[in-house]
């Protein structure tokens, strides 16, 4: 697959397989900047797997283009007029931590393995950006966007996303302790026909997330650990909650609306008896609760 075609691949999941066999839309850019989408690539085997033909070993997926001076001095140049832009630029395996990065543009960037620990990333764009076993631990990504972000088990231990919109591909990532209050991280509606593009967080670490206030309408958090998180007025409208640990979590005021709870473990909860709608989640005879 041509990585640059389209500027970058996006993940599509719980797409129609009746209208849609098999097809894996390419986006220019965000949907919020208007662009109509790519041809479509029709492959049922590539639909599973986005990164299937991906070489991720090869020097556009794992090089630097740049060096950190030369990220600062672009950083120096920029003002907030004309941000500084570093769309589509290799940046793989740098170590940025610390940088203020606020409000720059990184779409369709490749970050994979850069070190960005402590780093301010408010407001910036990383549409589409490349950042597989990142390391934002402790960074601050207040109303940033990442929408159609690849972020495999990146590491956001402590980071701040509140208020960001996201829509990435977060399987096994670490958020511990992190925030994402406020956040935005349903499943883009507007692409329906095409699929859903929206946040998945399978098998990640989400213990002590501060997720209050925060919209996780049809989000992927199949076999996540959630122990200890608090969802206070969070939505969890249609999330797939399959095997997810539900330890210690608080609930108060939280949306469960068609949510999916098939095995998921429910321990000593905080608030749910203030929770709503949760007499219509899916497969609540399926839910294991465990007494403490």
Known sequence: MDLDHCNSVVKLLGFDLGENPGRVTLYPMSPEAGSPPCRSVAAAALAQDMMRDVDLSSPDMVSAEMTRAEVEAALAAATVAAPADFTRKRLSGLDLSGLDLSGAVFRAARLNKTKLVGAKLDLAVLDQAWLLEADLTGA???GANLFASQMLRAR???ADLSHARVAADLTGASLVGASIAGANLSA????QSMGLIRTVLKSANLERLNARGADLS???LEFASLKGADLTDASLKGAQ???TDLTR???VGTDFDGADLASARLSAPVGLDRAKNFDKVKNRDRLITIRE
Do not use: E, P, Q
């Open 188 to 191: 883009d509606m507007r692409n």
């Open 249 to 251: 979590v608080t609930f």
């Open 218 to 220: 049809r989000v992927d």
């Open 140 to 142: 601050s990504l207040k």
């Open 156 to 158: 956001l231990d402590g």
């Open 241 to 243: 909650l399959a095997g």
